[in-house]
């Protein structure tokens, strides 16, 4: 029998429209962003289904509208596929990811989720703010070289190993001047550098100011332990603690995501029918990267 992966998507899969055909079509989508607006103190449904990009872009948005765009997603399988849910074994999500995965596997409340995923974003944009920082995606290079690259570059500014996705794609984070010299870098060397569009060095240490504000939203929330594993983004490993769990969902603001590792974990485990569940297609293209023959399956309308 096939051992079922869930995977959630993070920041950068975005759009204007979001969300809408899920709220038009099941009423418990439409539910979970009643309930978000409430919650948050604004219209999310408004700004997901209608923009402008400018700012549904901004991390302290972007953050709660993917969250709960990735739960609405659920309601497809709940209708069409109820068993796929219920016989699901595991599950993982990319960095913001990680919460809605959490949420999923009964750790976090949908409300305790969103006003942390909230307080989150809001700390996150804060430090990026403080920092002129980005980060920039390096793909064709093997992780050694990459890292030399980095070393290199960070002479020039901070900058660390912010992602580690897949093999020859390995995200950079840092500040601005070395995350253009990393490019050039990576380019002489015979890879490919993509800058990404984000607020600033998420997984670094420039966002050590929102560890600490994620610290205290996290202290008002009851975090039970997971009915399913769910992979930290920190250790690529499940924890059913959950003081483990809030210390790394922490740590995880100003550490690495090991997905590579997280998702080679899931397989090692079993894990052989995957389904990313919310927008966007960037982690089934990744995993296709890790294992060329995997099964995964798109969720989202």
């Not at 449904?45 to 990735?70: N, R, Y």
């Not at 600033?200 to 100011?209: C, L, S, V, Y």
């Amino acid at each position: 029998m096939s051992k079922i992966a869930f995977l959630f998507p993070g920041q950068g899969v975005q759009t204007v429209g979001m969300g809408r055909a899920l709220a038009e079509k099941y009423p418990e989508a439409r539910n979970l962003y009643n309930r978000a607006n409430e919650i948050l103190g604004f219209d999310l449904a408004k700004v997901s289904f209608e923009g402008p990009a400018e700012k549904l872009d901004s991390t302290a948005i972007s953050q709660p509208a993917i969250f709960v765009a990735s739960l609405a997603a659920l309601e497809i399988l709940k209708t069409d596929s109820p068993s796929t849910i219920s016989n699901c074994d595991m599950a993982a999500g990319l960095s913001l990811g990680e919460y809605t995965a959490l949420v999923f596997a009964d750790c976090l409340t949908f409300e305790d989720g969103l006003r942390v995923v909230q307080k989150r974003g809001e700390a996150m944009q804060a430090a990026a703010d403080a920092t002129p920082s980005g980060m920039v995606s390096i793909l064709l290079l093997e992780q050694d070289k990459v890292e030399v690259i980095c070393a290199e570059a960070a002479t020039t500014g901070i900058l660390q190993v912010a992602n580690i996705l897949a093999p020859g794609n390995i995200v950079l984070s840092g500040e601005k001047e070395a995350c253009v010299r990393a490019a050039e870098l990576a380019e002489e060397q015979g890879g490919r550098a993509v800058p990404l569009t984000v607020a600033g060095a998420f997984h670094t240490d420039i966002m050590k100011p929102a560890d600490n504000k994620l610290a205290e939203a996290l202290k008002n929330c009851e975090l039970k332990p997971p009915r399913i594993p769910v992979y930290s983004n920190v250790d690529a490993s499940t924890h059913d603690d959950p003081e483990i769990i809030r210390g790394l969902l922490v740590n995880q603001v100003v550490s690495p995501v090991l997905w590579e590792a997280s998702v080679n974990a899931m397989l090692q485990d079993g894990a052989d029918a995957f389904y990313e569940v919310g927008p966007g297609r960037v982690l089934r293209g990744l995993l296709k990267r890790i294992k060329r023959k995997a099964d995964c399956t798109s969720i989202y309308n």
